[in-house]
């Protein structure tokens, strides 16, 4: 079958080429209705439950998310005419961007105080142009006392304020409703900036963290793709030395990228950062098939006096069987990736299965059928490499023994260094220091309160209950522990508001400011603060329409997923010790993005046992031996192993984009086990050799293009390891030292494990060899 093929894609090569140029505009066409996320929940399933939480907070309290300016001075100190006047500019054109429905500063701030009998409530700078010395001063007590100001909306040591816009969208959040607002936020802080040049205002908040994700994949699409094209060209031109073979190949990786893209744009998928490095690993993968196809190609043509053709046959006929097999592999690999609780990385791996399909075909029809049109240089070397790897295959058949005590001994030391791997992801830390979004929110988190939090919707069961003065202590109480806690940051809570209120309302005699003892006064209290509180400025962000909940907010320093994960029972720990009446709902986005990455391991470890058993069953089938499809497993789980194991050794944490690599990798690194093993056996059915020559065989006619294709993965991956995503990020990194090890693996272990019983006696057994026929 194998050569009825080969001869039909020579026969039928203008068939082929013209439909396959229809096929890829069709595709193309599809790639219209792609788009780019900037909404961090398509990471979630819509019955994540911490996602299903957040939700209901949203839905009780003002639903919005918000732009965080965060105003530094370079005199280091806030508190002077000019910067506060740069606050009030800033605080009042932030009302302007679109969808915003409140801005709060310490220049707006609604400071209350009482006079005799009433309640005044205004803005704690009234006019910044007037303001004197001791204006200033004033301002500077009230804020660096109050809670409901200090470290919330200006720094303890007075060096940083915070603008906080409120954003809400529409009920479906407008496509390109985040750009427009970041867009003009940007400006805004740029023209202060040039009226004060004083001053530096960085942006952080959700809205701007939205706005990362998509602007990290254009990172990565302006950069990385363009690098990696250099590396493959370089690649190329030194291993093929043949413009037309350059060329084909440039054609495969497009057509393959266009075909995967395209189909995922025909179902209107919507892209996010990880899924946006699918071209890369399509790009290394389409390269890898041909490579194997034209270097076959190439070594027949120069070295067997056979025509162009003739050798493309040739080249179709030993190559098929190994194409098949890795690019069904490594289709297995990629599509467990739906096995993940992240969406993005279902999606990565169902553009990554189409375009490894649309690279097989392609190299084993198209490809071919390119060649045998174009001008191919039939004088000159084969490829180089071949008595190199012979020498090599010399040495470990000779060193068989050391090797594979050697790798008894990594192994052990690999299993003792796996376990100081821990699930844990910084969730702010997924963009690195080059991009803004993150210098700023670590700046606005050490210096205020930043985006990293959990709120909490505690009901108090019944309309009106938050008025009950048990109620209002228990939740004093819970605020007051969460503040000792060493992870928190800054604790918001609306028992800040009432003792205030009650402060104001007793003469502001500090003896008051304490919560009020009766139900009504409490109400009435809130009441009369609420009718003085001008447009804009309602407690809809702490409590609820019929005041049956309030909204308490714990800003947290920059912690791991593990101490995240850990602070939240603790918090369930003392609701249930300590109000067990209470019905209290916590999650935060920081939160989902802590489990997330939890829950990811367990899942794709589901994943990596299917692959692993589809991808056990496929090479005993293909390989038409249960010894050889077995022993094939080792060279193919040690390196993910020995990855995990150097990680453990250098990094020692994994979170959510490394959780899915042993599944993806197992598919890509069976590939050059496939064939190595390929070859020997062709050697051993078809030539009958002893087992040291059938590897030297393998070496010869196929070490050249492992280690080059190896190298082209290894490349690629490196390149996405150069994202500023971390996800993109780990998962390149991670990838390639697996991939790395894998060639090693393949290049040392599975020879020596090859070679360990000689003679033609101990291979009679596996007689149930596939044909030409069968394999193709």
Known sequence: MALWFSNGVI????????????CVILFGIGAKGLSLSTDYKHYFKEKNQQLIDYEYIQKTFTKGDNVLFVVSSRSGDIYNKSSLQSIEALTSKAWKLPYTIRVESITNFQNSYGDEDNLIVEKLVKNSDTLNASDIQKIKDISLSDPLIKKRLV??????????????????????????????????????MEENP??????????????????????????????????????????????????????????????????????????????????????????????????????????????????????????????????????????????????????????TAVGVLAAMVLSLTFLPALISTLPIRKKGNPTRGSATMRKFADWVINKRTAILIGFGVTTICVAVLIPRNEVNDIFVHYFDESMPIRTATDHATEKLTGPLNISYAVSAQRSGGIYDPLYLKKLDQFATWLKEQPEVNHVSTITDVFKRLNLNMHNNAQEWYRLPEDTSQAAQYMLLYEMSLPLGF???????????????????????????????????????????????????????????????????????????????????????????????????????????????????????????????????????????????????????????????????????????????????????????FKLNNQMGLLTAITIAFALFVDFTLLPSLLSIKKGKKSDEKDTSDLSDTAIA
């Open 198 to 351: 004083d001053i530096v205002i960085e942006l952080t908040g959700q809205v701007l963290i939205n706005n990362a994700f998509p602007e990290a994949a254009q990172v990565d699409g302006k950069t990385l793709m363009p690098i990696m094209f250099l590396v493959i060209l370089f690649v190329l031109a030194f291993m093929l030395r043949d413009v037309a073979s350059i060329f084909a190949t440039l054609l495969v990786i497009i057509f393959s990228i266009v075909v995967a893209m395209g189909s995922a744009g025909w179902f209107k998928t919507i892209l996010t950062p990880p899924a946006t490095s699918a071209p890369n690993i399509i790009l290394t993968i389409a390269v890898a098939n041909a490579v194997h196809i034209l270097v076959s190609f190439i070594n027949i043509l120069r070295s067997e006096n056979k025509s162009k053709n003739e050798s493309i046959k040739e080249s179709i006929r030993v190559n098929i069987q190994p194409i098949l097999l890795t690019n069904l592999t490594t289709v297995f690999g990629f599509l467990t990736l739906n096995f993940s609780d992240s969406p993005p990385f279902n999606t990565l791996g169902n553009i």
């Open 538 to 724: 309602d407690l809809n962000n702490q409590k609820n329409v019929d005041n049956s909940s309030t909204r308490l907010v714990v800003s947290l320093k920059i912690v791991s997923t593990n101490t995240l994960i850990a602070f939240e029972q603790k918090v369930k720990n003392w609701v249930h010790n300590s109000a067990p009446e209470w019905k209290v709902q916590g999650s935060s986005p920081a939160l989902m993005f802590a489990h997330i990455g939890k829950n990811n391991i367990w899942s794709m470890l589901e994943g990596t046992t299917i692959a692993l058993i589809l991808i056990s069953l496929t090479l005993i089938i293909a390989l038409g031996s249960f010894k050889y499809g077995m022993l094939s497993m080792v060279p193919n789980l040690l390196p993910a192993a020995m990855a995990f194991g150097v990680w453990g050794l250098f990094v020692g944490q994994i979170g959510l984009a490394s959780s899915i690599i042993t599944a993806m990798t197992l598919g890509i690194v069976v590939d050059d086990t496939v064939h190595f093993l390929s070859k020997y056996l062709r050697a051993k059915r078809e030539k009958n050799l002893s087992p040291e020559e059938c590897i030297r065989y393998a070496f010869e006619h196929v070490g050249t293009a492992l280690w080059v294709t190896s190298a082209v993965l290894f490349a690629g991956f490196m390149v996405l390891a150069l994202s500023p």
């Open 155 to 192: 720094s303890y040591d007075g060096s940083t304020a915070a603008v906080n816009a409120v954003v809400e969208w529409p009920s479906q959040q407008p496509k390109d409703g985040v750009i427009k607002v970041v867009t003009t936020a940007r400006q805004l802080a740029a023209e202060i």
């Open 11 to 22: 026969r039928y090569r203008w068939m082929i080429l013209i439909s396959t140029l229809m």
